[in-house]
């Protein structure tokens, strides 16, 4: 029921913004026709307002969710129109604040003390407002600049409501579409609900940013401001002050006289350094959160300030090697190993020829590679992987969803700062030097005794366990013990598998029993005067049929 009121307010915002257009040929159209006479007309200040400032205004009244997808539209420049552009690019930190007095009663509740004890001072009129929280100037005693950062009020229950609705559509895309199981709509909408509960724990926001500036620390590629926990709690964060240029703003850079090819070339790097060196990369990376530093002594060299460290990726070991090897894979235009890494991985199914499936890639990305970097669009490229994905039979993989998100990211804020940035020429040997960093045989020794203690604690066991198994071999006692989801299916099948045993016996014992009475019918029993064996040899024949029909 929540879930239905909430769709039903989103289609009355989007026909109240005039918005219902950007819906033509889709299932939506339909509703939102038939709902357009009971919303009231677009009043004269909304209707004069262009397309983008519409749509702008319509995603920060439907909340959160739809902030985060207007953030990362606005770094796609090359999806959508400049003027669209320019105005959702004002979600990052412009959002409508809320009132500054109900801040600072939260920073009193969170931090257990008046805003007045526990700072010199304290602005209530926010630097910066987005979709989960917003940004207030402060300063400790002692007169050191520091900024806190405020969760919403009631932010929670908003977010829930839109969980729940994505749920609910979740559970519509299982029961209807042919390839849920591939596009596994309910894991992908964990993964969001996960990643926003994280983004609502300035706690954990103030952790991850303790680490990821402990890895960058001294670095001329990227500056972490320091948390102050002192003054952090679960809905307040206090960090250093930090000043800098949105990455966005190309007329301030110009003017401050930084390389932008140098920095725009630095991001690439810096990112896949996070993902491949250290597998912690910032996974909301749009330029309201990713600054560049203002000082005029880095023009030549400029360096990255990090903001917001709410949503941060990690992959296991086994996803960061598999997407390693397809990154080279595609840099060495290597299509065969694509193919054999995207079966190897388990992300297609090992029926997958692979031949079909080399040619497949080779067919979408050849024709890129003849083409300047610059005109390629990646958004392309993944539309026409995707169809090719579909017809054999890609499972999404819900886990790489923010490392997806991250990269059209980084694509559009180095796109920004240099057009003609070559992609690939930049992450190539970053990539080729972590992986023989990372796969040397110094690394090897190092991983082998960072283990020792935990294989000389169990090496006692080994002989034992080792003498165990041998003796389940020999007198062929092996259990073998299966989990996962398979699991329940073989169980189901072994269920359907006992039904039709049971009544393929049970039909053959009657009409055996039927045969045997036949040779007595004359002095047998009858039923209805139709003889007992007839009636014996239709159960039994029932029974086998019932056992042999082909079941789904």
């Known amino acids: 029921m929540r879930a239905a009121l909430r769709a039903s307010k989103i289609g009355r915002v989007l026909l109240r913004y005039r918005l219902d257009d950007l819906f033509d040929d889709t299932p939506a159209e339909r509703w939102l026709k038939l709902a357009r006479p009971f919303v009231p007309r677009a009043s004269a200040a909304i209707a004069a307002q262009s397309r983008g400032a519409r749509l702008r205004l319509a995603l920060q009244e439907l909340g959160p969710i739809f902030v985060k997808f207007g953030q990362i539209l606005s770094t796609r420049r090359d999806l959508v129109p400049p003027d669209v552009a320019d105005e959702l690019s004002q979600l990052q930190d412009r959002v409508k604040p809320f009132d500054g007095e109900t801040a600072r009663a939260i920073v009193e509740q969170a ?74 709509p309910r894991e992908i909408v964990a993964e969001i609900e996960t990643t926003l509960a994280a983004e609502l724990d300035l706690q954990r926001e103030g952790g991850n940013a303790s680490v990821i500036r402990r890895m960058w620390l001294d670095s001329d590629d990227l500056y972490v401001p320091e948390i102050i926990w002192s003054h952090t709690a679960e809905r307040a964060l206090t960090m250093e002050r930090v000043r800098g240029i949105p990455s966005d703003d190309i007329a301030a850079l110009d003017a401050a006289g930084i390389d932008r090819k140098a920095l725009a070339a630095k991001g690439v790097r810096v990112f896949y350094t996070q993902v491949f060196r250290d597998n912690f990369f910032h996974a909301d990376a749009h330029a309201g959160n990713i600054w560049v530093d203002s000082d005029p002594a880095r023009k030549s060299n400029p360096r990255f300030i990090a903001l917001d460290f709410g949503i941060m990726g990690q992959l296991s070991q086994e996803d960061q090697y598999y997407l390693a090897e397809n990154f080279m894979a595609i840099f060495n235009k290597d299509y065969r190993r694509i193919a054999e890494l995207h079966v190897e991985a388990g992300w297609m199914p090992a029926t997958v020829r692979i031949d079909e499936l080399e040619a497949a890639a080779r067919s979408v990305c050849e024709p890129y590679f003849t083409r300047p970097l610059s005109e390629i669009s990646l958004a392309e490229v993944l539309v026409k992987l995707f169809r090719v994905a579909q017809k054999y039979e890609l499972t999404l993989q819900p886990q790489l969803i923010l490392l997806q998100k991250t990269l059209l990211n980084i694509e559009g804020v180095g796109r920004q700062l240099d057009p003609q940035l070559d992609i690939w020429a930049v992450a190539k040997p970053v990539l080729e030097r972590i992986l023989l960093e990372r796969y040397s045989p110094q690394r090897a020794v190092q991983e082998l005794r960072k283990r020792l203690p935990e294989i000389m604690t169990h090496a006692p066991d080994m ?78 024949g029932l029974w086998a049929l019932l056992a042999a029909w082909p079941r789904r």
Do not use: C
Not at 134 to 144: D, E, F
Not at 496 to 521: D, H, K, N, S
């Open 111 to 184: 931090l257990g003390r008046p805003v007045t004890e526990a700072f010199e001072s304290f602005d209530t009129t926010p630097l910066a407002s987005a979709s989960i929280a917003q940004v207030h100037a402060a300063t400790l005693a002692g007169g050191r600049e520091v900024v806190v950062k405020v969760l919403r009020p009631k932010i929670e229950k908003q977010i829930a409501a839109d969980i729940s609705l994505l749920n609910s559509v979740a559970a519509l895309v299982d029961r209807a579409h042919p390839s849920a199981d591939k596009i596994r």
């Open 463 to 540: 002989p034992r366990l080792v003498h165990a198994w041998l003796k389940q071999q020999v007198e062929g006692k092996h259990e073998l013990a299966m989990r996962s989801h398979d699991l329940n299916e073989l169980s189901q099948t072994m269920k359907g598998m006992q039904r039709r045993i049971v009544a393929a016996i049970l039909g053959t014992g009657l009409l055996i029993v039927a045969a045997v009475l036949y040779g007595f019918e004359a002095g047998g029993p009858s039923i209805l005067a139709i003889p007992a064996s007839s009636w014996i040899a239709g159960l039994g």
